[in-house]
């Protein structure tokens, strides 16, 4: 860490404990790039595990910041609603948040999710298996040695997005489209990859007409085994509205790109900084499912889903009103010490490192995190193969986001292969 984000350190700290209890709100992207939004969390958890932040860009909403109470909310999607929307901030467009499964409640919920879920089967991820691996090996064959280069660009965006398009099966040659319009969706205005909301819906006109075009195509063929023929033949989707093809198309590019980019890159800068993890690592590559698990716990990749209250609920002694925002911490829930032994520590052989909310809980429990966990395992398998070491230059740039956990960038040089 450099003097400049010690004394960054030392600041958002002062500043959380400083703050007056009603007036902290968690909800600051800067703190998130800085990677300084741990205080506020630490400090909720202790003092005030149900917060609520009275104003905001958000709006108000409510806090819930412990492991045990964000399970609690998760698992209980009657009186926690999905609907609208799933991050603290309103999506964007004069019509509102995009309909998509995982912003419904049953019973809709349900049959959607059931007609894609068979795409991240354990069938269906046996036969993707020896795809990947063989992916992971030619773009890390193809890495240069002894020279600096960007990991997220060259590995973490090329696998996932690879992968993307072999599930939505579109040509690999528009994968970094994917990469680029899952970037588009969740980024901020302003904030480098998009200058305003007028050309963020411009984007999406065209995302949106390039699967309307897929759907035709898949709709008036014979049913196969990618997301979109599911989702054109579906007895429950058949028949969907086109803004909630749509929705169910930018939840599936977003699910199958953020999470298993960023924690890719993730466990390259979590054994950086760790570097007792890594040598246990390189003397036990058998530690790498456990590792993978650790590092998705660790990560985060999304830091909260927010739901909203269908009555009225007294919760951890607080009354939650009917229509609140209530937004579950799942970056916080992971550092919780009641549940999880030294949480702020990494270490890849815990004896329960899927004990995480990362993917979290009950309905909307994410479908394809067994894929997410697949690809990192065949990542480092490679990896472990090839180099003894990957080592990284300089801090990382991070996403400007409340929601996405992530990296933009994270230089790195690999001394020498195995």
């Keep these: ?13 002062a500043r959380a404990y400083a703050t007056p209890l009603d007036q902290l ?13 741990w205080w506020n969390f630490e400090r909720l958890r202790k003092e005030d595990p149900v917060h609520f932040t009275a104003e905001s860009e958000y709006g108000p909403y409510w806090s819930i910041t412990k492991y045990n109470d964000i399970m609690a909310v998760d698992t209980n999607h009657q009186v926690f609603s999905s609907e609208p929307g799933i991050t603290i901030a309103e999506q964007q467009g004069d019509q509102g948040p995009l309909p998509m499964f995982i912003a419904m409640d049953p019973p809709k919920h349900d049959v959607q999710r059931k007609t ?12 993707l298996e020896p795809l990947i691996r063989e992916r992971a090996a030619r773009i890390l064959d193809e ?21 993307l398009a072999t599930l939505f099966d579109i040509p690999q040659e528009d994968r970094r489209r994917l990469t680029y319009w899952s970037d588009v969706v969740t980024a901020v205005p302003g904030q480098g990859l998009i200058d305003t909301l007028e050309q963020k819906m411009q984007i999406f006109v065209e995302y949106h007409a390039y699967f309307t075009n897929i759907w035709n195509q898949r709709v008036n063929a014979e049913p196969k085994d990618d997301l979109i023929s599911m989702l054109a033949h579906g007895e429950a989707t058949r028949n969907m509205e086109p803004r909630e093809y749509f929705g169910n198309v930018v939840l ?17 800068y979590a054994l950086n900084k760790n570097p007792d993890q890594y040598k246990k690592l390189r003397e036990n590559p058998g530690l790498i ?3 993978v698990s650790e590092t998705i716990r660790w990560q985060t990749p999304l830091a909260h889903m927010r739901r909203r209250a269908t009555q009225d ?6 009354l ?19 549940v999880i032994e030294r949480p702020n520590d990494y270490i890849i052989d815990r004896e329960r490192p899927r004990n995480h909310l990362s993917f979290g809980f009950g309905i909307h429990r994410c479908v394809g995190n067994r894929l997410a966990e697949l690809q990192l395992k065949i990542v480092w398998e490679e990896i472990m193969k090839r180099f003894p070491e990957i080592v990284l230059i300089e801090e990382p740039k991070r996403v400007y986001s409340t929601f996405v956990k992530g990296y933009e960038s994270m230089k790195v040089v690999i001394p020498k292969r195995a």
């Design 1 to 13: 860490m450099s003097d400049g984000n010690i004394d960054l350190a030392k600041d958002a700290r």
């Design 252 to 268: 599936l590019t977003v699910g199958g790109n953020d999470t298993t980019r960023n924690t890719i890159s993730g466990s390259v």
């Design 313 to 318: 609920i007294e919760f951890g002694g607080k």
């Design 116 to 127: 894609v879920s068979p795409a991240v089967s354990p069938v269906n991820l046996a036969k």
């Design 143 to 163: 890495l240069p040695i002894g020279e600096e280069f960007d990991w997220v660009d060259k590995v973490s965006m090329e696998l996932t997005a690879m992968t």
């Design 289 to 291: 499912p456990s590792m």
């Design 320 to 338: 939650i009103r009917k229509n609140d925002k209530v937004v579950m911490w799942y970056v916080s829930g992971n550092r919780d010490d009641e």
């Design 25 to 37: 709100n968690p909800a600051q992207p800067a703190l998130f790039q800085a990677d300084q939004m």
